[in-house]
T-cell receptor, first 111, second 113 residues
Framework: EADIYQTPRYLVIGTGKKITLECSQT?????MYWYQQDPGMELHLIHY???????EKGDLSSESTVSRIRTEHFPLTLESARPSHTSQYLC??????????FGQGTRLTVV | QQQVKQSPQSLIVQKGGISIINCAYE??????FPWYQQFPGKGPALLIA?????SEKKEGRFTISFNKSAKQFSLHIMDSQPGDSATYFC????????????FGTGTSLTVIP
């Protein structure tokens, strides 16, 4: 079982609210990623980090921001949630050029 | 541009049959090719992976076939079982500080009894 945790698992919020999705890993991995995935669909990379104080935008513009102040923590923030943000958000961490470990995901619904 | 192309999008196989999912990549710098299995409500989990110095890797009922010259790799599931019903993603990555994981679009596999 991978030591990567996402909270909350499920979240329903109103339009315009600010939210932060948490992702933590205890494996000491330098690389971390956020993906957006609609049910049963492909993974879209929205942000990634190669280490502390390193963050990059991925291929999908999601109007979100991330921070990497500590190796183990990679939170994703939506400043103003919209119904189009309704999706599943998956966090992953990687050591070097090997296996990516995924969290259980956060299923977000914006009403 | 899709770095990794995966097909088919969905697949229905009879129990005991062979499931085959194909992927193709463009970047010859890729040197790690994993397959991930995802069940509903869960994050993807590594199933099996291969590096380009071998043409085949087998783990139980799961086999990756790798064709470096064609830039293609495939997942074969032998004796498919209903419990194998899941979404499968191929991926590719390369060494180096700037490497990313590039995922295919996924294949929804249904194994019918």
């Amino acid at each position: 079982e991978a030591d990567i945790y996402q909270t909350p698992r499920y979240l329903v919020i109103g339009t315009g609210k600010k939210i932060t999705l948490e992702c933590s890993q205890t494996m000491g991995h330098d690389k971390m990623y956020w993906y957006q995935q609609d049910p049963g669909m492909e993974l879209h990379l929205i942000h990634y980090s190669y280490g502390v104080n390193s963050t990059e935008k991925g291929d999908l513009s999601s109007e979100s921001t991330v921070s990497r102040i500590r190796t183990e923590h990679f939170p994703l923030t939506l400043e103003s949630a919209r119904p189009s943000h309704t999706s599943q958000y998956l966090c992953a961490s990687v050591y070097g050029n090997t296996e990516a470990f995924f969290g259980q995901g956060t299923r977000l619904t914006v009403v | 541009q899709q770095q990794v192309k995966q097909s088919p999008q969905s697949l229905i196989v009879q129990k005991g049959g062979i499931s085959i999912i194909n992927c193709a990549y463009e970047n010859t710098a890729f040197d790690y090719f994993p397959w991930y299995q995802q069940f509903p409500g869960k994050g993807p989990a590594l199933l099996i992976a291969i590096r380009p110095d071998v043409s085949e890797k087998k783990e139980g009922r799961f086999t990756i076939s790798f064709n470096k010259s064609a830039k293609q790799f495939s997942l074969h599931i032998m004796d498919s079982q209903p419990g194998d019903s899941a979404t499968y993603f191929c991926a590719a990555s390369r060494r180096g500080p700037g490497n990313q994981f590039y995922f295919g679009t996924g294949t929804s596999l249904t194994v019918i009894p």
